[in-house]
């Protein structure tokens, strides 16, 4: 009876539900961390509507207590609204020019950003003008003109006595004749939202096609950000917005606010005032130093990481079952991508046991880096196999490696590695299956 009764607690905990309570509860906590993190008011309501109305109800994962659950969502939520990947600027197609527009208050960083982003234009083969448009602060055309220097990139000025929608225009046609593939205008700020300010931007646009329209926003704006960035958006219109001095210590809960209120991606982030400190922008790197709740996330990971564990035992199974071909290895790898690594696998192979999952975490991050770089040729030249070669592997003739080579741009030296590597990754699977030894094993990839 005792065990009947047993199983019947195991199932309660199994089912259960996120109540009312429970939400609130919880929630309570969370939002004392959004509004500590400086999200506004009025994006913290509804947030936390939102993430009720989802939570009320809900499973609790196993492994979690109500309170994380409901942190869970919250920062799924987060990263949801933060545009769940990466989004980059989207240039114009061929040669075609691709008009950046800086915009935002003074000080937010428009000029080092602009001259950022065209270092990192630099690098991705592309040409860029950078255009002295802020001919109101006295020093901020030599501001730009020492920044592009840094970063080998002509500026384009006509001084302090040009409008700045003729300069923008002029700019555009000196651009035509000099191949630059991007022009990135510089505009002036104020201290505060005016009318000024938006018109001018507003008549360079009537003037010139602008193509992205970026906010640049000072990350300690705090409450006022979503001020800030609504007046901007329906005043002139935003593509895009660059959240900067994220290397100060806020939790950047303007990058939130400022997602909410217009729906713009947020293109990068500025990380410091060295002209290299612009980088990608991560949603979930975002959520979580917004939420500021890393101990709990990490808890849910590691409940994650159980889940899966199920999963990568499952896969183990069929590894030794099947007879290992290129196309089973193609699957493993794709698994193993969705599980985070190739640790849990492996790991789970007996012989191994948790000594290899431990080892798998001594690899540096280089050589894990290097370790997933190799995976991502070895996949190449198996795309590059007919699917008769990828069952049988022994059909490899020099001719048909020759071929394989030349489809996944690589050589035949590498081909022949990666066959033997795969050959020593087959008897090992057997010999693991068959209860092997352990240790002295290296990883074929
Ligand atoms: P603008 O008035 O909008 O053109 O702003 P500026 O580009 O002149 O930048 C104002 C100040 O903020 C400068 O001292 C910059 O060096 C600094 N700055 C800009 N971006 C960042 C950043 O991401 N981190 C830090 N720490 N400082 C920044
Ligand atoms: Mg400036």
Known sequence: LSEKLQNVFKNLKRKGRLTEADVKEALKEIKRALLAADVSFKVVRNFIKTVEERSVGADVMNGLNPGQMVVKIVNEELVNLMGSETT????????????????????????????????????????????????????AIKQLEVNAEKQGVEVFSMGDQVKPPEIAKAALEYANKNNNDVVILDTAGRLHIDEDMM????????????????????????????????????????????????????????????????????????????????????????ASRILGMGDVLSLI??????????????????????????DDFLESTKQMKN??????????????????????????????????????????????????????????????????????GVDIAEVNRMVKQFNEMKKMMKTM?????????????
Not at 123 to 136: E, F, H, R, S, T
Not at 301 to 326: P, T
Not at 351 to 362: D, E, I, R, S
């Open 88 to 139: 980059e600027i989207q240039f114009q197609p061929g040669k075609a020019i691709t008009v950046i527009m800086m915009a935002g208050l003074q000080g937010a960083g428009k000029t080092t950003t602009a001259a950022k982003l065209a270092g990192i234009f630099t690098k991705k083969g592309k040409k860029p003008l950078l255009v002295a448009g802020d001919i109101y602060r006295p020093a």
């Open 199 to 286: 018109s001018e931007l507003q008549e360079i646009k009537d003037t010139i096609t602008v193509h992205q329209t970026i906010l640049v926003i000072d990350a300690m704006t705090g409450q006022d950000a979503v001020n800030v960035a609504a007046e901007f958006n329906e005043k002139i219109g935003l593509d895009g917005v660059i959240v900067t001095k994220l290397d100060g210590d806020t939790r950047g809960g303007a990058a939130l606010s400022v997602k909410a209120v217009t729906g713009k991606p947020i293109l990068y982030v500025g990380m410091g005032e060295k002209l290299t400190d612009l980088e990608q922008f991560y949603p979930e790197r975002m």
């Open 301 to 326: 990971e590691k409940a994650e990481a159980d889940i899966d564990e199920e999963k990568a035992k499952e896969m183990s199974k069929k590894l030794k079952k099947a007879q290992f071909d290129f």
């Open 339 to 408: 599980m985070g690594g190739l640790g849990s696998i492996m790991g789970m192979l007996p012989g191994l046991g948790g000594g290899m999952a431990k080892g798998m975490k001594n690899l540096s991050e280089d050589e894990t880096d290097q370790a997933e770089k190799n995976m991502g040729r070895m996949e190449a030249m198996i795309y590059s196999m007919t699917p008769e070669e990828r069952r049988n592997p022994d059909l490899l003739n020099p001719s048909r490696k020759h071929r394989i080579a030349k489809g996944a």
């Open 433 to 445: 299956t068959k209860g092997g030894k352990r240790g002295g094993f290296k990883l074929p990839f």
